[in-house]
């Protein structure tokens, strides 16, 4: 199946400081999401990428669905404790059968010190 | 709001005691998904209903089952849990099989086995 490098695995920021983790395959993808999820819940989605290039920001966060259509990239600006979390990114190839589930990457643990 | 609410949010059982997880949407999205996350690791498709279409996934062992008795409500049955089924389990929902609009995930039922 289909597999997805996200990182770094975790990471260790002081507040303020801008945060980037990436997701890369050597599949092509059709759709990149971006999760976060706190402790003891679900997954919710930040932000969602459905065209190669696509720049698409929701308050701080900033994400990017790469050309290749291989990649994507989420940045944090200005990082604030309610940040800590996991962060998940999730894959979708789109086409042929069974390609519509999703494939997730092993998350990035974000640890912001006041 | 519109929402995936899964019940119980903690769920004690026994080994080899009959389980079953519940799981309903106010969505009226056609998709029905479960996913087992063990700790520090992405969330693993179980199976999911497009609307009373089952669809298991290869890997999922035969002791989980699903039933969808209407476009509500999805449940999550364990026949015979083992220690190795303690985990968190997702249900989420998406209007279509492309999650065009998105993946909607309830807070989970982290179950424990005992």
């Known amino acids: 199946g289909q597999q997805l490098n996200q990182s770094p695995q975790s990471m260790f920021i002081q507040e303020g400081e801008d945060v980037s983790m990436n997701c890369t395959s050597s599949s092509i993808f059709n759709t990149w999401l971006w999760y976060k999820q706190d402790p003891g819940e679900g997954p919710v989605l930040l932000i969602a990428?459905?065209?190669?290039?696509e720049l698409t920001s929701n308050g701080r966060l900033t994400a990017q669905f790469g050309i290749t259509r291989k990649d994507s990239f989420l940045n944090i600006s200005a990082s604030i404790p309610s940040d800590v979390g996991i962060y998940f990114c999730?894959?979708?190839?789109?086409?042929?059968?069974?390609?519509?589930?999703?494939?997730f990457g092993k998350g990035t643990k974000l640890s912001v010190i006041p | 709001d519109a929402m995936v609410i899964q019940n119980p949010r903690y769920q004690v059982t026994q080994f080899g005691k009959p389980v079953t997880l519940s799981c309903s949407q106010t969505?009226?999205?056609?998709?029905m998904y479960w996913y087992q996350q063990k700790s520090s690791q992405a969330p693993k498709l179980l199976f999911h209903y497009y609307d009373k279409d089952f669809n298991n996934e290869a890997d999922t062992p035969d002791n989980f089952q699903s039933r969808r008795p209407n476009t509500s409500f999805c449940f999550l049955d364990i026949r015979s849990p083992g220690l190795g089924d303690a985990a968190m389990y997702l249900c989420?929902?998406?209007?279509?099989?492309?999650?065009?609009?998105?993946?909607?995930f309830g807070s989970g039922t982290r179950l424990t086995v005992v």
């Open positions: 999730a894959g979708r190839i789109g086409s042929g059968a069974g390609s519509y589930q999703l494939t």
């Open positions: 969505l009226n999205h056609n998709v």
């Open positions: 989420a929902t998406s209007r279509d099989l492309w999650g065009l609009y998105g993946y909607t």
């Open positions: 990428l459905y065209k190669a290039g």
